[in-house]
């Protein structure tokens, strides 16, 4: 079994909540411009092979993926 970081989450019109392995912990943010501040900080305290998914269907990934500063560590799938 792989010892990669992953990163499951769901966005929503109001919160970004997520669900991170191998360390199986949760974490919930508002979908704002401070909550995306708060959840890049934890993307890139992450290691460089760092895999993030969205599940997302309403088109509110789109602020994330623009994000200022963009993510440059992180790989999107």
């Known amino acids: 079994m ?17 669900f991170c392995l191998p360390e ?3 974490f919930r ?19 460089d092979d760092l895999k993030v998914g969205f599940e997302a269907t309403g088109g509110q990934e789109w602020a994330l993926w623009r994000g200022n500063p963009p993510i440059k ?4 799938e």
Do not use: C, Y
């Not at 792989?2 to 997520?18: A, C, K, P, Y």
């Open 2 to 18: 792989s010892s990669e970081t992953v990163i499951g989450i769901d966005l929503s019109r109001d919160w970004l909540d997520g």
């Open 24 to 26: 199986k912990q949760r």
């Open 29 to 47: 943010f508002q979908n704002s411009p401070d909550g995306h501040a708060r959840l890049l900080e934890i993307l890139q305290s992450m290691p």
């Open 73 to 76: 560590r992180v790989s999107f």
